[in-house]
């Protein structure tokens, strides 16, 4: 067989169900039918049922076949993955919802997530697969859902959307850096020099990596290599994602930073970056009780106080970051206060002030 | 592949517990079958008692004629789990939407129990899929089958990041363009850049059929098509009114809430001053039959967003407020454009930096007249609040 | 007589009209009693009118005793002057407004400027006073008032307070940076090298003034000097301020920048700075028709279309830059786009867009 | 003086035209007794004819003990224009509030006409009575009539600039604190700071009695005071009405433009959030008799304001988000501040670096550090958004 290259993904018309094919760019309007489930109504009438169920995004062959099994048998054999990375089933048959549901939830995979609901955390590779990881993703996402379980599966009610994210590094793969709540894993230790450095890499490149110039070449025992001004590191990493031999890590000092006020979509508000709310919790595997304890206060934070459909960092312009801080309970320092690029920008440049 | 060498995983099997889906499960699962699978609960337990990662930089691997689509993996720990001593993944584009036959995954799921650890990520947070874990040995085979399943590899380095985009016309009455048409579009036309890196630094580009941005595209592509429409917001004043009479306080929950308070209620009659609407989409989704965005549908393209690495996190801005994207002359349009914005960007941008940081350092109105764009007011937040000008003409004359 | 030295200004109660001293801190609320005056009241019941007059805060030693004439007949001898440098002459008897005014409006001083209103323009010295001008500045006010001069004595009505100023280089003396409109002189040449440079200036020091690394050390004639990177020069003159040898005047390319937008005030949204309208306007003594007519032109639209007590930045936001850029009929250039620090966040950086 | 030589002035002619009342008048009128006044016309109109001033960069000139005060000025047409050869401001410290009786006014004109052009500015930018052009023999007899009848320089170079305040408590409803003694007494307390540069810029305070900030604080000043309350806003339930009454739509024009939309109005009765209130003023400037200030009044302290050479303009921003300022801990902690922020950027500053400059550059955080004080929420727009903290604790270690 002659080996073929840019073929592309499959067309995706292929993997539309008939319902949607017949109705594509005809919806005209939504509902939600019970947690976890919403229908869409066609111009033409038709309607199309969805019932999402959270996943763990890191799935085992066997699952996914699960997931083929259901869809078969409820849903003609089609089905979706979310931005979110939700599964979702789509079905014409109302009837089959109540049973698929069952099913699912048989299977522990709850259902939930729409509308107004904590949905599933976005999140990345942590020491499953990479070598950048200051704390791990799965471990945390997970603690941080089973936690929260109820507002995702709607037991518990919420005023609306609220996104929760998490990066095991500064490189923030995801949204984290525009999340409602971000969980950012740190490192807070300046790169160790390996002694072969110079072998690995090249040191110019090595010293052009650092935003804040803390490396500056240096000979030890007459060999070239780099030092590191420990003062003027701030732990972002790039020289380690540049060379290798620069590594990081640190089973004591890295963890995890907490974030908070993001958001993408542009109702009402424009979107806006996620701002720390807690520098630094410590690793603290399998469960990151000292996480989990601080996105459950945040959230109750919001869901006691947010209007309808007011997303966290809404909220928190309202009321003002100083209740925030002390309704979280979270001590306000120096470490709050940037002093990056825009920092200038942060500062608050108006009379306009919460007093206390 | 027979079943690996099982380790005692207590602090992972913690994780088994709870009403969430159990990613230890997963792997669990897959160790059934696959000796890597296992292996990696082994490292991973490692990991969760040392409080740190086993992972070493990964060197380059790949399919032959591709740049990109695999990440490579080693371990640290390579002699106490050889069966991950090289753990690589795969990067797979996935079908625009995210929407699967069973027969497609299932395909998908045989070539992965075959020739790798049996997990994946369903999907990555680029938007492919991710095959999770396999050696060099494997790549060719995975990658032929893939290739008669009718897949295709995704991006990675420094190339065409593979597009995503949201449900759009597929599963949503809000889309304004079809985000799915164009991501495929797109993602075809742009093979030999996603799968052979030759820019700077990657570029990824994703599709929201409307403002609400479904997949972050703001925030996470160097190029963001965002769906929005032109004229008046579709309105439905019966619709409206069963809302009030159901207990909504449309002047308090909506109209005061209108980013630009283009809004009236006068307690029986809403009444929109279009012009000054900026399409947020927040009436509309808080109305869902009542309101709609309008006729005169089609998107907006920004440009530049990424994440903090290193100059700090940057949104995308736009770049074209509004173009139609279903006639030929505005897909074309679009396609000029990005050859026009790699052309610059590789000629002159440094070594990783994203188009967005180069647009910047190069002044963004410089960047605007390389790319050949004209300058519009739509395009900022605010003019300049600087006297800084490089005046041109002084310079010329 | 001994040198006295350090006594500081006088204290400010010897100064204050007896209706003051006794009501000090003890004022109820004001009124508008006719364009140009207001009362306020004392929780006393007291009453003090207060009557503003234009001023062109030049003023001739002459011109200062006919205000204390004034004073004298009708505010027992007290009067005062306001931050944007109108006079305000205090007094507790109604009965004296009207012959009050219509003796400052005899003399040339028109009354107004109160509530809703365009008050005075705050401005510098310019070619009467200072080195630095790339235009004058007393011209430029005296026409633009004359042009205006119905918005300020109440004839024309307008929708609240807009706050002119005018800085006759880019040092900004004043709130120019914070004004709904602002003229700006701006030089747009190079600062040119003068031979003696080496003798009046520390060459580091003039390299080191440069934000934008346009000056290097260089020799000339084998004489030390520096040398400017034109295409990096953004005519700042801070050069120039440093060393006066680095002139940058010049009389066909300097001229006039048009800013708009900008508030200080913390009412409604918070103090925001001035931004581009018009890049350049000729100097075009004695009237500077054209910076005459782009003003009014703004000041139309606002009038127009601001909503009751709306800032013109305020408006703005609302109805969109492409809007206010059409309705004033300016071209919008490369020129608006920021590239300096922060211009990253002056982008549009959100899907929210005024659609044509 | 004798009446100066006369210049035919066209172009200087057309600006006594118009309502606006004229500075060629003034300066005609002061040319009738100054050559001075005559001879700037005869300059001024060729600028006027040339498009380009005629003054150089000034000396150094000023009165004995004094750094500061007068700003020296040349004309480089002195062979012309000898009259104004030589043209130096003097600035002297206005009363408090810009308040003056006929009589002090008057001693002053005298003082002026006897010793310069006859010509001031009331007032300068910063606050300041400018004396505009004299010689530098005049200088001394200038300063001593001035002090005789009691009045003193002003500021100028790198010292504290002669501070300023709107009029306050003495004519104002709103002031939460007294801005005219405030100002008086920081004057007197830092005379040797005014009259002596010595700093590595100039440092300029003013003071606002409330957030409508009517002497521009928080763009103008490197210390910033403006009077606020903290506790509720003060309602009078009949005003409103009367209000409401009167034509005046609270719903649209009050309640849903306030930055916080923490009001209410159910038609009747307006109700405040007063814990989400930021206190900007705007529903109290609307309706002045109805609402009011709270009555646990005081200040706040913001730092750091300035024009935009050469990194950009600043606004000041929260140093002290309420401090009472009428008793006498609250003024000393507010004098120590001072002292101690002078310090620490005396030490560090570089020159020519205004101190809100100076703060950025060295971290804000590590800014409040130096002079003691506690990082507050209040002082932030938002905290961090970006990622890059200079953990301390992992550094010690
Ligand atoms: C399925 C999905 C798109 C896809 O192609 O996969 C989707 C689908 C819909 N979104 Fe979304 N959104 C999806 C991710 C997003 C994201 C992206 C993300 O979370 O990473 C955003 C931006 C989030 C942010 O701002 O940080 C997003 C912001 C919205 C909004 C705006 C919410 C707001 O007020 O800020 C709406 C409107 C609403 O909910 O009122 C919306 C509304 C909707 C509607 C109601 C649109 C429709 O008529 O079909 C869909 C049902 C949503 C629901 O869950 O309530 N969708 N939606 C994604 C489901 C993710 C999941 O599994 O939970
Ligand atoms: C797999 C994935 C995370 C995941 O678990 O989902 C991922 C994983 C890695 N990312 Fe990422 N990024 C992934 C999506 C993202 C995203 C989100 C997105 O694409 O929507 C971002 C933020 C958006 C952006 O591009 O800025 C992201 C920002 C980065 C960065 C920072 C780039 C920057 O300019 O700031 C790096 C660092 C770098 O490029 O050196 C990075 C680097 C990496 C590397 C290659 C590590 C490295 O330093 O070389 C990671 C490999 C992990 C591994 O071993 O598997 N990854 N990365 C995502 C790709 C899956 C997919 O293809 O679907
Ligand atoms: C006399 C003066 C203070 C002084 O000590 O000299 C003053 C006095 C008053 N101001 Fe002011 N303001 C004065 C300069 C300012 C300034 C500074 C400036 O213009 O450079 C501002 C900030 C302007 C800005 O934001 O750019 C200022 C922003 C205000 C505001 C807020 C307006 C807004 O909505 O943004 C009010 C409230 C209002 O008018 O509703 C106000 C209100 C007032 C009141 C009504 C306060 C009162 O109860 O006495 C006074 C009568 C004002 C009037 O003219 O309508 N005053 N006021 C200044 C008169 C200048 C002049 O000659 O025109
Ligand atoms: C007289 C006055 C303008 C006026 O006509 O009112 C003035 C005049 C000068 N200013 Fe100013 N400034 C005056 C208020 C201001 C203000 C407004 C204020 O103080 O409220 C500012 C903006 C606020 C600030 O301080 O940033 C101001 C920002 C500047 C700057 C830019 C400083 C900066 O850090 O960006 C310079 C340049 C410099 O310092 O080298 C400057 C420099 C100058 C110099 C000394 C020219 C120079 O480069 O040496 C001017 C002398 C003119 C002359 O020959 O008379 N002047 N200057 C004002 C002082 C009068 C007074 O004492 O009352
Ligand atoms: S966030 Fe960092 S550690 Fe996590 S997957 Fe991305 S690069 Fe790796
Ligand atoms: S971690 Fe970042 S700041 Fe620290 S040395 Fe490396 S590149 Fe520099
Ligand atoms: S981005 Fe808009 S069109 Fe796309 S799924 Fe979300 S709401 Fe629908
Ligand atoms: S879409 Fe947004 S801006 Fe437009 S009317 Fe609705 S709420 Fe207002
Ligand atoms: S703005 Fe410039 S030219 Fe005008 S007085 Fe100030 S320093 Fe002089
Ligand atoms: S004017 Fe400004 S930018 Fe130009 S050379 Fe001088 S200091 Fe540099
Ligand atoms: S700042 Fe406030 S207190 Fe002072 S005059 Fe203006 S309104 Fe009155
Ligand atoms: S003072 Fe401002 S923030 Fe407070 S209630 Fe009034 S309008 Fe709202």
Same mark, same amino acid.
């Given at each position: 067989? @002659?080996?073929?290259?840019?073929?592309?993904?499959?067309?995706?018309?292929?993997?539309? %169900?008939?319902?949607?094919?017949?109705?594509?760019?005809?919806?005209?309007?939504?509902?939600?039918?019970?947690?976890?489930?919403?229908?869409?109504?066609?111009?033409?009438?038709?309607?199309?049922?969805?019932?999402?169920?959270?996943?763990?995004?890191?799935?085992?062959?066997?699952? *996914?076949?699960?997931?083929?099994?259901?869809?078969?048998?409820?849903?003609?054999?089609?089905?979706? =993955?979310?931005?979110?990375?939700?599964? @979702?089933?789509?079905?014409?048959?109302?009837?089959?919802?109540?049973?698929?549901?069952?099913?699912?939830?048989?299977?522990?995979?709850?259902? !939930? &997530?729409?509308?107004?609901?904590?949905?599933?955390?976005?999140?990345?590779?942590?020491?499953?697969?990479?070598?950048?990881?200051?704390?791990?993703?799965? !471990?945390?996402?997970?603690?941080?859902?089973?936690?929260?379980?109820?507002?995702?599966?709607?037991?518990?009610?919420?005023?609306?959307?609220? #996104?929760?994210?998490?990066?095991?590094?500064?490189? $923030?793969?995801?949204?984290?850096?525009?999340?409602?709540?971000?969980?950012?894993?740190?490192?807070?230790?300046? /790169?160790?020099?390996?002694?072969?450095?110079?072998?690995?890499?090249?040191?110019?490149?090595?010293?052009?990596?650092?935003?804040?110039?803390?490396?500056?070449?240096?000979?030890?025992?007459?060999?070239?290599?780099?030092?590191?001004?420990?003062?003027?590191?701030?732990?972002?990493?790039?020289?380690?994602?540049?060379?290798?031999?620069?590594?990081?890590?640190?089973?004591?000092?890295? &963890?995890?930073?907490?974030?908070?006020?993001?958001?993408?979509?542009?109702?009402?508000?424009?979107?806006?970056?996620?701002?720390?709310?807690?520098?630094?919790?410590?690793?603290?595997?399998?469960?990151? /009780?000292?996480?989990?304890?601080?996105?459950?206060?945040?959230?109750?934070?919001?869901?006691?106080?947010?209007?309808?459909?007011?997303?966290?960092?809404?909220?928190?312009?309202?009321?003002?970051?100083?209740?925030?801080?002390?309704?979280?309970?979270?001590?306000?320092?120096?470490?709050?206060?940037?002093?990056?690029?825009?920092?200038?920008?942060?500062?608050?440049?108006?009379?306009?002030?919460?007093?206390? | 592949?027979?079943?690996?060498?099982?380790?005692?995983?207590?602090?992972?099997?913690?994780?088994?517990?709870? %009403?969430?889906?159990?990613?230890?499960?997963?792997?669990?699962?897959?160790?059934?079958?696959? %000796?890597?699978?296992?292996?990696?609960?082994?490292?991973?337990?490692?990991?969760?008692? @040392?409080?740190?990662?086993?992972?070493?930089?990964?060197?380059?691997?790949?399919?032959?004629?591709?740049?990109? &689509?695999?990440?490579? #993996?080693?371990?640290?720990?390579?002699?106490?789990?050889?069966?991950?001593?090289?753990?690589?993944?795969?990067?797979?584009?996935?079908?625009?939407?995210?929407?699967?036959?069973?027969?497609?995954?299932?395909?998908?799921?045989? *070539?992965?129990?075959?020739?790798?650890?049996?997990?994946?990520?369903?999907?990555?947070?680029?938007?492919?899929?991710?095959?999770?874990?396999?050696?060099?040995?494997?790549?060719?085979?995975?990658?032929?089958?893939?290739?008669?399943?009718? =897949?295709?590899?995704?991006?990675?380095?420094?190339?065409?990041?593979?597009?995503?985009?949201?449900?759009?016309?597929?599963?949503?009455?809000?889309?304004?363009?079809?985000?799915?048409?164009?991501?495929?579009?797109?993602? $075809?036309?742009?093979?030999?850049?996603?799968?052979?890196?030759?820019? /700077?630094?990657?570029?990824?580009?994703?599709?929201? !059929?409307? %403002?609400?941005?479904?997949?972050?595209?703001?925030?996470?592509?160097?190029?963001?098509?965002?769906?929005?429409?032109?004229?008046?917001?579709?309105?439905?004043?019966?619709?409206?009114?069963?809302?009030?009479?159901?207990?909504?306080?449309?002047? #308090?929950?909506?109209?005061?809430?209108?980013?630009?308070?283009?809004?009236?209620?006068?307690?029986?009659?809403?009444?929109?001053?279009?012009?000054?609407?900026?399409?947020?989409?927040?009436?509309?989704?808080? $109305?869902?039959?009542?309101?709609?965005?309008?006729?005169?549908?089609?998107?907006?393209?920004?440009?530049?967003?990424?994440?903090?690495?290193?100059? !700090?996190?940057?949104?995308?801005?736009?770049?074209?407020?509004?173009?139609?994207?279903?006639?030929?002359?505005?897909?074309?349009?679009?396609?000029?454009?990005?050859?026009?914005?790699?052309?610059?960007?590789?000629?002159?941008?440094?070594?990783?930096? #994203?188009?967005?940081?180069?647009?910047?350092?190069?002044?963004?109105?410089?960047?605007? @007249?390389?790319?050949?764009?004209? /300058?519009?007011?739509? $395009?900022?937040?605010?003019?300049?609040?600087?006297?800084?000008?490089?005046?041109?003409?002084?310079?010329?004359?």
């Amino acid at each position: 067989m @002659e080996r073929r290259t840019d073929i592309g993904p499959p067309h995706y018309t292929k993997f539309l %169900p008939p319902v949607i094919q017949k109705n594509y760019g005809k919806w005209k309007y939504h509902e939600g039918v019970r947690p976890g489930v919403m229908v869409h109504v066609a111009e033409s009438g038709d309607k199309l049922y969805t019932i999402r169920a959270a996943s763990p995004r890191l799935l085992s062959v066997q699952k *996914i076949r699960q997931y083929c099994d259901l869809a078969d048998k409820y849903c003609d054999g089609y089905l979706r =993955f979310t931005s979110r990375n939700n599964v @979702e089933f789509l079905t014409t048959k109302e009837e089959n919802i109540e049973p698929l549901i069952a099913e699912l939830e048989a299977m522990g995979h709850p259902v !939930g &997530g729409v509308g107004r609901a904590i949905s599933n955390i976005v999140h990345t590779q942590g020491w499953i697969h990479c070598h950048s990881a200051a704390t791990d993703a799965s !471990g945390i996402v997970k603690s941080v859902m089973d936690d929260l379980i109820d507002y995702f599966t709607g037991k518990k009610e919420v005023p609306g959307k609220l #996104r929760i994210a998490l990066a095991c590094c500064l490189n $923030m793969c995801g949204a984290v850096h525009c999340s409602d709540i971000a969980i950012l894993g740190i490192h807070r230790r300046p /790169p160790k020099v390996m002694p072969n450095l110079a072998q690995m890499c090249e040191i110019p490149n090595v010293v052009a990596a650092c935003p804040t110039a803390a490396i500056r070449p240096a000979k030890v025992d007459g060999k070239d290599t780099v030092e590191i001004i420990e003062e003027q590191c701030m732990y972002c990493a790039n020289c380690f994602s540049v060379c290798p031999a620069l590594p990081m890590a640190d089973a004591e000092l890295d &963890g995890v930073s907490i974030w908070v006020g993001g958001k993408v979509s542009n109702a009402r508000s424009q979107p806006m970056f996620s701002k720390l709310a807690v520098p630094y919790l410590p690793n603290n595997p399998p469960r990151w /009780p000292e996480v989990g304890q601080t996105v459950r206060k945040i959230v109750e934070i919001w869901v006691e106080h947010a209007e309808p459909d007011e997303r966290l960092g809404e909220m928190i312009q309202r009321m003002g970051w100083p209740r925030f801080f002390r309704l979280a309970g979270i001590q306000f320092s120096k470490e709050h206060i940037d002093d990056y690029r825009y920092a200038a920008l942060s500062l608050k440049r108006t009379a306009q002030v919460h007093q206390a | 592949m027979a079943e690996g060498k099982k380790y005692v995983t207590p602090k992972l099997d913690e994780l088994e517990k709870g %009403p969430w889906p159990s990613f230890v499960k997963e792997i669990k699962a897959a160790a059934q079958k696959s %000796p890597m699978a296992a292996a990696l609960l082994g490292q991973l337990e490692q990991s969760y008692d @040392e409080k740190i990662g086993h992972w070493k930089h990964g060197g380059i691997v790949g399919v032959v004629g591709y740049g990109g &689509g695999v990440i490579g #993996r080693y371990s640290d720990l390579g002699d106490k789990y050889p069966e991950v001593a090289h753990f690589h993944t795969i990067r797979i584009n996935q079908p625009a939407g995210w929407f699967y036959t069973t027969e497609a995954l299932r395909g998908l799921c045989d *070539i992965w129990e075959e020739h790798g650890s049996g997990l994946t990520n369903m999907h990555g947070s680029t938007g492919d899929i991710i095959f999770l874990g396999t050696t060099t040995d494997q790549l060719e085979k995975v990658f032929s089958k893939l290739t008669a399943l009718g =897949f295709d590899l995704g991006g990675s380095g420094s190339d065409v990041r593979t597009p995503s985009c949201c449900n759009g016309m597929a599963r949503c009455e809000w889309a304004c363009y079809d985000t799915m048409k164009v991501c495929y579009n797109l993602t $075809m036309a742009f093979q030999d850049e996603i799968h052979r890196p030759a820019f /700077p630094y990657k570029f990824k580009m994703k599709m929201a !059929g409307c %403002p609400n941005d479904c997949v972050a595209a703001i925030a996470r592509a160097d190029l963001s098509i965002i769906g929005t429409w032109k004229d008046e917001i579709q309105q439905d004043d019966e619709m409206i009114k069963k809302f009030a009479d159901e207990g909504l306080d449309i002047q #308090r929950q909506i109209v005061s809430r209108c980013p630009t308070r283009c809004m009236d209620w006068d307690g029986k009659k809403l009444t929109i001053n279009n012009e000054n609407c900026v399409k947020c989409m927040f009436c509309i989704n808080s $109305m869902p039959r009542a309101l709609a965005p309008g006729k005169e549908r089609g998107a907006m393209v920004l440009l530049g967003a990424k994440a903090p690495i290193v100059q !700090g996190a940057q949104l995308s801005s736009v770049l074209i407020p509004f173009i139609d994207l279903e006639d030929e002359e505005s897909w074309n349009d679009l396609k000029q454009l990005l050859e026009n914005i790699w052309e610059v960007w590789c000629e002159e941008g440094k070594n990783r930096e #994203r188009v967005g940081e180069f647009a910047l350092r190069v002044g963004f109105g410089n960047f605007l @007249e390389a790319i050949g764009l004209e /300058p519009r007011p739509e $395009m900022v937040a605010y003019p300049r609040d600087n006297p800084y000008v490089f005046y041109q003409t002084a310079k010329k004359e």
